[in-house]
Nanobody
């Protein structure tokens, strides 16, 4: 079992930045691929990015603005979000799974989510 807890969400103006954290507990964190997803009201869940050992990769919608990193010593993965846009408004979730894919079904463990609201 892996427990995931996101934090760091909030309200920010367009063009601003936020850093989300996802703290993991339970089984060995370093062995999991970690993904970030988001879901806006009335929309389907959307892949944001993922990381395992190699370089992270991102959805086109956030590439160049968002950065994923992980600190295995702290059992934490981060999502640094810069140049935020109103369309980035969503609940952001971290997830753990065996492979760093863009498909949410490949992740077996999910956090509760943290709200990010970007005002125009």
């Amino acid at each position: 079992q892996v427990q995931l807890v996101e934090s760091g969400g909030g309200l920010v103006q367009a063009g601003g930045s936020l850093r989300l954290s996802c703290a993991a507990s339970g089984r060995t964190f370093s062995g999991y691929a970690m993904g970030w997803f988001r879901q806006a009201p009335g929309k389907e869940r959307e892949f944001v990015g993922a990381i395992v050992w190699a370089a992270p990769y991102y959805a086109d919608s956030v590439k160049g603005r968002f950065t994923i990193s992980r600190d295995n010593a702290k059992n934490t993965v981060y999502l640094q979000m810069n140049s935020l846009k109103p369309e980035d408004t969503a609940v952001y979730y971290c997830a753990a799974g065996p492979r760093p894919t863009g498909n949410g079904r490949d992740y077996g463990y999910w956090g509760q989510g943290t709200q990010v609201t970007v005002s125009s």
